[in-house]
């Protein structure tokens, strides 16, 4: 299996997926994560795959967009992955910042934590948990997102849909 093949996905061409059971188009590195063969996170080089999705993190943390942004590649995509399939809900560099403005203006409490951090090459696959306070109560969710980068810089990020975090999660 290549990480960096090609497959059409409906009407797109996402680079390094592979096509399952002829329907969906799945990033190459999810499978890795199932398999077991991603690295787990220890202490990375500054320069590696998994630091920047940290500082990618860290500025959303931080609602630094401009910060963010830096981080990304120009064509950079954001895919919404469920059951029924996938959709590119950001595409290019100018429609993130737009998102992320609206998001930071309209709420400035939500914070992520990475959980689970897996890299392969060029490729990272996280559990993430988002918190937030509503109605005066503490809530979290978490998520598996999946990153692609090239340089070094982000070029899309699959995000599953939501769920309760796990039990052994911290």
């Given at each position: 299996m ?5 497959n ?18 799945v ?51 954001w ?34 934590v ?57």
């Amino acid at each position: 299996m290549n990480d960096m093949e090609d497959n059409r996905c409906g009407s797109t061409t996402i680079r390094g997926t592979i096509t399952l059971l002829g329907l969906w188009c799945v990033p190459t590195s999810f499978l890795l994560l199932l398999s077991g063969t991603g690295v787990a996170d220890s202490a990375h080089p500054a320069d590696s795959s998994l630091a920047t999705v940290d500082r990618f993190v860290a500025a959303f943390n931080a609602k630094q967009p401009n910060e963010m942004l830096s981080l990304c590649n120009g064509d950079f995509r954001w895919i919404s992955v469920d059951e029924a399939g996938m959709t590119v809900t950001v595409e290019g560099k100018e429609a993130l910042r737009a998102s992320l403005l609206e998001m930071f203006e309209s709420d400035t409490r939500t914070r992520s934590v990475l959980l689970e951090k897996f890299e392969s090459r060029s490729w990272v696959t996280t559990l993430e948990r988002a918190t937030w306070t509503a109605g005066g109560e503490q809530k979290s969710q978490c998520s598996v997102a999946i990153y692609a980068l090239r340089d070094n810089r982000i070029s899309a990020v699959w995000y599953f849909p939501s769920h309760d975090c796990p039990d052994h999660a911290p």
